[in-house]
């Protein structure tokens, strides 16, 4: 399909789900409560009305997610959004990238970072953003591959031991989210799908 | 089952290799949607929990 995106970009995208998203108004009161989370000022996407149809598992996972991400102290939002981001790009879940590489660009002003973790050169970086990148790309891919060497570049970039727990935790979420939201749909173009997340 | 394995794999693994033809091949295999969601959410959340266990185990070591 020709509005399917293929390539990493940090602007807005959509995302079209392979399996029927649940009818708002056919949800069971199973569903309802697990959707309870979901701010009730937004839309409810496509993304959340298809993991509804495993009410128990997504209850669970909407407020876990919105702590790791959200939570207050440790590791910046910026930060955070760069382990989201790197993670993303490790297992191509497109839309990801898209929101978070966004919100990173947004909350620190440093679209170079993004472009080098697009692009495989995070060698390049700053010591802080290349260990951060280093490890988040090692502990996506395959967990082993990250080391005590990332860990002591994490410290020897100044990060303190809860920054490096936030760091792991955002990192997981999306070893986690990238893991739903790429196999169960596809990134497009917006603006044309009136039922898109 | 060979359906479900097949897909375990592949999702564990290397999720980045995941196409709209894998879902697809689960609902030839007969796996109903919500059962596709459970499943999605099982290996999902198992790849949190061992990059999790790592990276703490990780920052346990000494330095």
């Given at each position: 399909m020709s509005d399917v995106v293929h390539d990493f970009t940090a602007d807005p995208l959509a995302w079209r789900p392979y399996l029927t998203p649940v009818v708002l108004d056919e949800a069971t009161p199973a569903q309802r409560e697990a959707l309870k989370?979901?701010?009730?000022?937004t839309k409810i996407s496509d993304y959340v009305l298809v993991l509804a149809h495993d009410p128990e598992s997504l209850g669970q996972r909407t407020p876990l997610f919105n702590g790791i991400m959200y939570g207050r102290g440790g590791l910046s939002r910026a930060e955070r959004e760069l382990g989201a981001t790197a993670a993303s790009v490790v297992n191509r879940c497109i839309y990801c990238v898209s929101v978070h590489a966004g919100r990173y660009i947004s909350l620190a002003k440093q679209p170079e970072v993004i472009a080098a973790v697009f692009d495989g050169t995070e060698a390049t970086l700053g010591a802080r953003d290349r260990a951060i990148v280093g490890y988040a790309t090692r502990l996506a891919l395959?967990?082993?591959?990250?080391t005590a060497e990332d860990m002591r570049a994490l410290r020897a970039a100044g990060l303190s031991e809860l920054e490096i727990l936030d760091l792991t935790l955002s990192v997981a979420v999306f070893g986690w989210a990238n893991r739903l939201m790429h196999p169960l749909g596809e990134a497009i173009r917006p603006g044309i799908h009136p039922n898109a997340a | 089952m060979a359906a479900i394995l097949r897909h375990v794999d592949l999702i564990a693994a290397?999720?980045?290799?995941?196409?709209?033809a894998d879902i697809a091949a689960l609902q030839a295999a007969g796996v109903a949607t919500g059962d596709i969601v459970r499943l999605s959410q099982l290996i999902a959340f198992v790849s949190f929990q061992l990059r999790l266990i790592a990276g703490l185990r990780l920052m346990g070591a000494a330095p």
């Open positions: 989370e979901t701010p009730s000022n395959n967990p082993p591959q990250a | 290397t999720p980045r290799e995941a196409t709209r």
